[in-house]
């Protein structure tokens, strides 16, 4: 049942991801065929490439990180509270210092 949920929750979070180029290219394409609606084809092939980039940033996201991790430390604005996530701002002062001595080694 966890599984189930977990899917669910994944599934709901990419679709989330996806709509956001989506609807700007489909809000692109409205305008376009409000103005001309013989440019209907123009409106739908913006409208397919939203789509098409939608897809593709929300499946990139799915693999690099999980789609509700990503939603999730968005969502948590650690930057915003910044006391409350001692140890985001620990992981990122050490990632920062690992970064400065590799670069200070090359």
């Known amino acids: 049942m966890q599984k189930i949920f977990h899917a669910l929750i994944e599934v709901f979070y990419w679709v989330t991801i996806f709509l956001s180029p989506f609807i700007i290219g489909a809000g692109i394409g409205l305008v376009i065929y409000i103005k001309n609606e013989n440019l ?44 409350e996530y001692p140890e985001e701002i620990e992981a990122r002062k050490k990632e920062q210092e690992v970064q400065a001595a590799k670069k200070k080694n090359k």
């Open 40 to 83: 209907s084809w123009l409106s739908i092939m913006i409208a397919s490439i939203g789509a098409i980039i939608g897809g593709m940033v929300a499946e990139r996201i799915r693999k690099k990180y999980g789609c509700s991790r990503y939603v999730g430390r968005i969502l948590a604005t650690p930057d915003i509270w910044p006391d």
